[in-house]
């Protein structure tokens, strides 16, 4: 210890003769050498290289040697907006701060500046306001915390530029509030004002992948397949400060994130609560009630058998308190605050603008794709967890959590549900000409399989159907896997009909397809045929058998609304569940969200994986079939 504060003298004595190369920073309560290292855009590595005490002992009022010889301080051009006049502006029907901003060409904070009622006000038709209009001054500014200017390059995002100048994703976004989630050609962002030869090369013939949240090595080895001292022999440098979130690393170029992860067993969250404060909770749905007359009981009636919105709304809103109800029970307290989104964007911002999300722990909703992007976006900037219920979000934003599988991800998952067995079999895929894609992508999976396509009529368009001769002679003794993709009843119809119809002893057909949609359903389709043919696809959720009196959310349900529960109020259960265990479980749901824990519930199960470059998506999928006019998951 003496030598080594000996050896710190030494170098302190030796850098007072070059002031230029060395600053000193005293240790402030809380300070970490990760925030320290940030606040002078240097490497912990080079902290502790001159500090190496500092790896063991970092306490308040120990001075630091920073380096700051990566630094040039040379005064740069700053541009900044001066209001030279103002235009009036009277407010129309409809309008919104975001459209008039947008007609002007000016900043929504600008508008408001100058019309400071806006502050606290929302805006209103007839409402007078007045315009800036700016000249913009360019000044020298001379940069005392190390930053340049940087002019994106074309097909540059923020990893890339993270990356070239040796800072993480977050680090960017602190250096840049405003910054969008899309970098642009020719844009300015600021950045570590690092020499020219110290900038890293993004080298194409690799990969790179951002750290998350509490991701170690081990971690990333099992999503990754690279063990630590890979990645330390590929990342210079890294050995000594460690892994950080938004980090990012040079990986081999054939590293994949898997969309399909192995099978892992159910995680029972309610085994491990250690974080028992109270959950603040919000659910943000498109009710409507301004649409509602409350007072008579028979228009509300009628509005929700009406309104699809509405009765999805309250069905999901039951579910989600009663698994408010059942975490309680578990000795964890949720706060929980109901907004109207009335699927309306200015009522979205009218909700953002007038409450502080910044305490919550997480946001349901909203219901429709570009209102959850809007309140995903906003909230954003206080890393806000925001679960989208039922639909794919316009943007997977970092704290965006999709609950629901995508459409690629329900193909793969029946693709390998197939693969994984070793009998032999033999293939055929049925697909009108506007499924072609997925045909196709079937037929590269099962290069032994035969493709056929609906017939054409006379005028060369698509007709939906196929003679039985195309399809008699085909079938082979043994197992017959056949895919039908469309989303034509007609075509589904024709193909169920003539396929139950060449079942025979020596003769096994399993229909199946990647996406059961509409077509299967139709009034013309036959449960019995579909059972006979044991019909197989990937579902989002496993159907519950609604009858069983076993099962306690049902039970409770009954006893509740006198009704049994419809899927909608099924997912509103399982998905708010599953949010409070994994809140309970850990200290934010990103901890919570490793892809090594898989939960499952009364219809749905949730494993989520972290997007390379965005946020959550839930990986868990079920194969499903009819057995016994009864659907059942498929083993």
């Given at each position: 210890?003496?030598k080594?504060?000996?050896?710190a003298?030494?170098?302190?004595?030796?850098?007072s003769?070059?002031?230029?190369?060395?600053?000193?920073?005293?240790?402030?309560?809380?300070?970490?050498?990760?925030s320290?290292a940030?606040?002078?855009?240097v490497t912990?590595?080079d902290?502790?290289?001159?500090?190496?005490?500092?790896?063991?002992?970092?306490?308040?009022d120990?001075?630091?040697?920073?380096?700051?010889?990566?630094?040039?301080?040379?005064?740069?051009?700053?541009?900044?907006k001066?209001?030279v006049s103002f235009?009036?502006?009277?407010v129309?029907?409809k309008?919104?701060?975001?459209?008039?901003s947008?007609k002007y060409?000016?900043?929504i904070e600008?508008?408001?500046?100058?019309n400071?009622?806006?502050?606290?006000?929302n805006?209103?038709?007839?409402d007078?306001?007045?315009?800036p209009?700016f000249?913009t001054?360019?000044s020298?500014?001379?940069?005392?915390n190390?930053?340049k200017?940087?002019?994106?390059?074309p097909?540059e995002?923020?990893?890339?530029?993270?990356?070239k100048?040796?800072?993480?994703v977050p680090?960017?976004e602190?250096?840049?509030?405003?910054?969008?989630e899309v970098?642009?050609?020719?844009?300015?962002?600021?950045?570590?004002?690092?020499?020219?030869?110290?900038?890293?090369?993004?080298?194409?013939s690799f990969?790179?992948?951002?750290?998350l949240?509490?991701?170690?090595?081990?971690a990333?080895?099992?999503k990754?397949?690279?063990n630590?001292?890979?990645?330390?022999?590929?990342n210079?440098?890294?050995?000594?400060s460690?892994l950080?979130?938004?980090?990012?690393?040079?990986?081999?170029?054939?590293?994949?994130?898997?969309t399909n992860v192995k099978?892992?067993?159910?995680?029972?969250?309610s085994?491990?609560?250690?974080n028992?404060?109270?959950k603040?909770?919000?659910?943000?749905l498109?009710?409507?009630?301004?649409?509602?007359d409350?007072?008579?009981?028979q228009?509300?009636?009628?509005?929700i058998?009406?309104d699809?919105?509405?009765?999805?709304?309250?069905?999901?809103?039951?579910?989600?308190?009663?698994?408010?109800?059942?975490?309680?029970?578990?000795?964890?307290?949720t706060?929980?605050?109901?907004?109207?989104?009335?699927?309306?964007?200015?009522?979205?911002?009218?909700?953002?603008?007038?409450?502080d999300?910044?305490?919550y722990?997480a946001?349901?909703?909203?219901l429709?794709p570009k209102?959850?992007?809007?309140?995903?976006?906003?909230?954003?900037?206080?890393?806000i967890?925001v679960i989208?219920?039922?639909?794919?979000?316009?943007?997977?934003?970092?704290?965006?959590?999709?609950s629901?599988?995508?459409?690629e991800?329900?193909?793969?998952t029946i693709?390998?549900?197939?693969?994984?067995?070793?009998?032999p079999r033999?293939?055929?895929?049925?697909s009108?000409?506007k499924?072609?894609?997925?045909?196709?992508k079937?037929?590269?999976?099962?290069p032994?399989?035969?493709?056929?396509y609906?017939?054409?009529n006379k005028?060369?368009q698509?007709?939906y159907f196929?003679?039985q001769?195309?399809?008699?002679y085909i079938?082979?003794?043994?197992?017959?896997?056949v895919?039908?993709e469309?989303?034509?009843?007609?075509?589904?119809?024709?193909?169920?009909?003539?396929?139950?119809g060449l079942?025979?002893?020596g003769?096994?057909i399993i229909?199946?397809?990647?996406?059961?949609?509409?077509?299967?359903?139709?009034?013309?389709?036959?449960?019995?045929?579909?059972?006979?043919?044991?019909f197989?696809?990937p579902?989002?959720?496993k159907?519950a058998?609604?009858?069983?009196?076993?099962?306690?959310?049902?039970k409770?349900?009954?006893?509740?609304?006198?009704?049994?529960?419809?899927?909608?109020?099924v997912?509103g259960f399982?998905?708010?569940l599953?949010l409070?265990?994994?809140?309970?479980s850990?200290?934010?749901?990103?901890?919570?969200?490793?892809s090594?824990?898989?939960?499952?519930?009364?219809?749905?199960k949730?494993?989520?994986?972290?997007?390379?470059?965005g946020?959550?998506?839930?990986?868990a999928?079920?194969?499903?079939?009819?057995?016994?006019?009864?659907?059942?998951?498929?083993?």
């Open positions: 210890m003496k080594l504060l000996l050896i003298a030494i170098i302190f004595c030796s850098i003769t070059f002031a230029q190369d060395y600053k000193t920073h005293k240790v402030k309560q809380g300070e970490t050498i990760e320290i940030k606040q002078y855009l912990p590595f902290i502790y290289a001159l500090n190496p005490d500092a790896k063991t002992t970092l306490r308040p120990m001075t630091l040697i920073i380096p700051t010889t990566r630094v040039k301080n040379d005064p740069i051009q700053e541009p900044v001066e209001a235009r009036k502006h009277k129309k029907r309008e919104t701060l975001y459209s008039i947008k060409n000016v900043e600008d508008i408001k500046k100058y400071t009622r806006l502050y606290s006000e805006l209103r038709k007839g007078k306001i007045q315009i209009k000249k001054i360019v020298q500014v001379s940069l005392n190390t930053i200017k940087y002019t994106v390059l097909k995002g923020k990893w890339r530029v993270a990356y100048f040796g800072i993480t680090q960017l602190a250096l840049n509030p405003n910054l969008g970098l642009q050609p020719g844009q300015q962002v600021n950045v570590p004002n690092i020499s020219n030869k110290e900038e890293k090369l993004v080298e194409e990969s790179y992948y951002t750290v949240k509490s991701e170690g090595f081990m990333l080895e099992r990754l397949g690279v630590q001292k890979q990645l330390e022999s590929l210079p440098g890294l050995k000594e460690g950080k979130l938004g980090m990012v690393l040079k990986v081999p170029a054939d590293v994949k994130v898997a099978d892992i067993e159910n995680t029972n969250l085994s491990n609560l250690k028992l404060s109270a603040k909770i919000a659910l943000m498109p009710y409507r009630t301004n649409r509602i409350v007072d008579s009981v228009e509300a009636k009628k509005a058998r009406k699809a919105m509405l009765s999805i709304s309250l069905d999901f809103h039951a579910g989600a308190l009663m698994a408010i109800d059942s975490a309680k029970r578990l000795g964890i307290s706060h929980l605050k109901v907004f109207d989104t009335r699927n309306q964007s200015t009522q979205i911002s009218n909700i953002l603008n007038q409450n999300f910044s305490n722990d946001v349901i909703g909203p429709m209102n959850l992007d809007r309140v995903a976006s906003d909230l954003k900037r206080d890393n967890p989208s219920p039922f639909s794919m979000p316009v943007n997977l934003y970092d704290n965006v959590f999709q629901v599988p995508s459409s991800l329900l193909e793969d693709i390998n549900f197939v693969k994984s067995d070793s009998l033999h293939t055929i895929i049925i009108d000409s499924h072609k894609r997925i045909s196709d079937l037929k590269a999976q099962f032994d399989a035969q493709q056929i609906s017939r054409k005028k060369n698509e007709a196929v003679y001769t195309d399809l008699e079938f082979k003794n043994g197992k017959n896997i895919f039908l469309t989303d034509n009843e007609g075509l589904a119809s024709n193909v169920i009909s003539i396929i139950n079942i025979s002893n003769k096994e229909l199946m397809t990647t996406d059961k949609n509409k077509a299967f359903d139709g009034r013309e389709i036959s449960n019995y045929h579909l059972s006979n043919l044991k197989h696809y579902s989002v959720n159907t058998d609604i009858g069983s009196s076993r099962n306690a959310f049902i409770a349900y009954r006893r509740e609304y006198n009704v049994s529960p419809n899927k909608y109020a997912r399982d998905l708010t599953d409070l265990l994994r809140l309970a850990e200290d934010d749901l990103y901890k919570a969200s490793n090594d824990v898989e939960t499952e519930y009364v219809e749905n949730f494993r989520y994986t972290k997007k390379m470059f946020g959550f998506y839930n990986e999928v079920y194969v499903v079939k009819y057995d016994n006019l009864i659907i059942v998951e498929a083993k």
